[in-house]
């Protein structure tokens, strides 16, 4: 016969187990053989730790090294079970047997106890000796030797006596808008482990507790897989209004006790004054956590599987039994017998107990489960777990065994006879059609995921006795050790090394600006389309490469009102306020109608960081006016005031004119003359009706007012006229009268 075991099917028993669980228990196994193999870290056994206050309050726990706890002893964990009469007098096996069954299916499963606190006799009671927990049984008779210590909390690095550690806050003269700028900063070295001192209190206080103890040092650690290994908590720093760029870490935490992982941040004005505050407080707002796994070794589990023979044997009589009756009377099946039935009168009871004839048959996953359970609650098959391991690990194991012990229901009937032996065989009898049926199973075995072949003897044999299995593991596990210590205590107690207030005012990133501006006088230039443009340029002598400038003043400019330029430079930490000559300049004006002013510019020196463009010219507005009644009647048809001055270095006439005819007697007249020389002269033409032209001298204008008038003319040109023009020589005699009696007041 041979048999197929497919794991294929879907079922899912009232024990929990299935396909998922099954192959849990494979991996379970694989991976405890992995971890025995493997003996790179120093672990230490689980069941068993001291604790110890150090002199500054720190809590430190201790464990043993891990110990190898001896081979595997021979005896039952089960008790020993003698065998039960099934058929006592006057009473029905097939009844108690279903009495029984239905008695172990309404147990509830007891929940594994705890196992008890043990007292070992080797540990002395001390100071420094807070607190024991030992749960091992070994512990009560065996003394450890080598222990290593947990870590408890970070902590900020040392070296030379002083915290790695900076908190600053700045700001600097100029305002944010200005490119100014403040705030604060930190930065800190984190590690963990003991100290050499508190190590060594460690190690003195072990031995106090325990003679004859050495500490190893610290419990070897690995980053964390299952969480995130370095984190930084604080509300401060979670704020974008307080710490703008948030916190930077040197990535994941150090493996060894005395590695550094650095914190570092940039905070605002507002956050460096909330963070400092949170550090003069017991507790700061600033936290970081570790965490690590590391390795403990256990007494996993001792595991023993008992299958009672007779008992199964008996089981099979009561279903045959129950089939006959059945199909005597032409009844149901009773409850046992419905449940034996599955069993036994189907694929599985020929697997357990052979069959007539050769035959195929297919056994699932589903198959094997019901019948694991029905021998469970039937006593055919008793379990026993003595488990250190929590109880969702339990469901593995049970998985395991019950592959183990329908493996061995297997074994037992299973011939020396080959596979290719049972098909000759079975090819000598069969039909054409069977033997298609027989080669398509076959095919849709091999192609599911798992599937079993065995082959079984033919004939039956009746089976008794108890076989026992019995399974003893040790396990090394990752355990995850997180800590946590707030960063405050120490940045408090060394202030003056750590806090420091910098006013950013080093002259080398100090930055100059030079200010050039027009004078407003260039304005009216401008307007009156006397200049197109200025230009300038700004030279400051360092010794390495001089910061040269320029720009441009456009008539775009000024219309849009721009009349400044700005030139910013790196002072490369001169004190430019020592130098007489700051820096040169150069300035040009380009003048309406082609050319330049000056022809030739020349550099000046300037002693302050800004200077005023002034224009080479200046307006004068001269107000002329004249007396055109007394020119009429003196027959005088125009006067004509001429103007002398300089412009641009050269010499200008600009006139003034009148004429009686048109009746306008005032003028007003713009004057643009150099500003280095400003000197006006202006000369009165009169043109007679008849005497032709009069010209009065050259004069120096002292003011901005002219009255263009006969009277007004000096007396020289008016001794120089009176005879061309008679009419004058009345006003000369009037001037005269005038005159002597303003001598004869003043005599």
């Known amino acids: 016969m041979k048999i197929y075991h497919s794991n294929s099917g879907d079922y899912h028993g009232k024990r929990g187990f299935g396909k998922s669980a099954l192959n849990k228990g494979k991996s379970a196994v694989l991976i405890i053989a992995i971890l025995f193999s493997t003996e790179t870290f120093a672990a230490v056994q689980m069941g068993g730790h001291m604790d110890f206050v150090l002199d500054n309050g720190r809590t430190v726990r201790v464990y043993p090294e891990a110990f ?45 106890a705890e196992p008890p606190q043990v007292k070992p006799q080797w540990i ?112 401060t720093l979670s704020d974008k209004g307080f710490a703008p760029s948030g916190v930077l870490t040197s990535g994941r935490a150090p493996t060894y006790p005395g590695a550094k992982a650095a914190i570092a941040g940039r905070l605002s004005a507002l956050g460096a004054q909330l963070l400092e505050a949170t550090f003069q407080n017991p507790t700061s707002d600033l936290s970081v956590t570790f965490a690590y796994d590391y390795i403990v070794k256990t007494h996993a589990y001792k595991a023993e599987v008992r299958i009672d023979m007779d008992r199964v044997q008996e089981s099979m009589d009561c279903a045959l039994r129950t089939r006959d009756k059945t199909v ?181 990133f100090k930055r100059g600006s030079i200010t050039v501006d027009l004078d407003t006088r260039a304005l009216e230039l401008f307007a009156a389309n006397m200049v197109n443009n200025a230009a300038v340029e700004v030279v400051i002598p360092f010794p390495d ?31 430019m306020s020592k130098k007489e000559c700051l820096y040169t300049y150069l300035e040009t004006w380009s003048l309406s109608g082609g050319g330049k002013w000056p022809a030739n510019p020349k550099a000046k020196c300037a002693k302050e960081m800004a200077v005023t463009l002034v224009p080479p010219i200046e307006l004068k507005r001269i107000d002329v006016e004249a007396d055109l009644a007394e020119l009429d009647e003196l027959g005088i048809r125009g006067a004509d005031v001429l103007f002398k001055h300089s412009r641009y270095d050269r010499e200008h ?44 001298d050259w004069k120096v204008l002292d003011d901005t007012f002219v009255f263009a008038n006969v009277s007004g003319l000096p007396m020289s040109t008016l001794e120089k006229i009176k005879d061309k023009i008679p009419e004058v020589k009345e006003i000369i005699d009037d001037l005269k009268e005038v005159r002597g009696a303003v001598e004869d007041i003043i005599r």
């Open 653 to 696: 006439i600009e006139t003034a004119r009148f004429r009686v005819a048109k009746a306008e007697g005032y003028v007003e007249l713009p004057l643009f003359v150099d500003s280095a020389k400003p000197e006006i002269e202006y000369q009165i033409v009169l043109t007679h009706k008849d005497k032709g032209k009069f010209a009065s």
């Open 545 to 575: 490469a001089p910061y040269k400038n320029g720009d441009v003043f456009t008539r775009a400019n000024i219309s849009g009102g721009e009349i400044t330029k700005k030139f910013t430079f790196a002072t490369r930490g001169e004190d």
């Open 68 to 112: 190898d706890t001896g081979p595997i002893k021979p005896g039952n964990i089960l008790p020993t079970r003698q065998k039960v009469d099934t058929k006592p007098p006057g009473g029905d096996p097939c009844k108690k047997l279903e009495a029984e069954y239905n008695k172990r299916i309404g147990a509830k499963p007891k929940k594994a």
């Open 124 to 235: 002395k009671a001390t100071k420094k000796l807070k607190a024991t927990d030992f749960r091992l049984a070994l512990f009560a008779t065996r003394k450890p030797s080598a222990w290593y210590y947990l870590p408890s909390e970070p902590r900020v690095s040392f070296r030379e006596n002083i915290p790695e550690a900076t908190f600053v806050k700045f700001i600097t003269d100029e305002t944010a808008e200005a490119g100014g700028t403040d705030g604060g900063l930190f930065h800190l070295m984190v590690t963990y482990g003991l100290t050499k001192e508190e190590e060594q209190e460690l190690q003195n206080a072990l031995k106090e507790a325990v003679p004859g103890a050495v500490l190893k040092g610290m419990v070897d650690l690995e980053p964390s897989k299952s969480t995130e290994n370095f984190l930084v908590t604080s509300g």
């Open 328 to 508: 005597k009377e032409s009844t149901s099946f009773d409850p046992v017998g419905g449940v034996l039935g599955s069993i036994f009168l189907g694929p599985v009871g020929g697997l357990l107990f052979g069959l007539d004839k050769d035959e195929e048959v297919s056994i699932s996953e589903k198959d094997l489960q019901e019948s694991y359970d029905t021998l469970i609650n039937l006593g055919a098959i008793e379990i026993k777990i003595d488990q250190n391991l929590p109880d969702a690990d339990v469901s593995a194991i049970e998985s395991s065994l019950m592959q183990l012990a329908m493996e061995s229901f297997t074994a037992m009937n299973t011939s020396f006879s080959t596979a290719q032996e049972v098909r000759a065989r079975q090819t000598d009898s069969e039909s054409e059609a069977d033997k298609k049926t027989r080669e398509a199973r076959e095919k849709d075995m091999r192609n599911s995921d798992h599937y079993q072949l065995y082959t079984v003897k033919r004939k039956q044999t009746r089976m008794t006795g108890v076989q026992t299995l019995k399974i003893e593991k040790g396990i090394a596990l990752y355990r995850t050790h997180s800590m946590t210590g707030n960063i405050g205590g120490i940045l408090r107690e060394h202030k003056a090394e750590i806090y420091d207030e910098v006013l950013l005012n080093d002259p080398f």
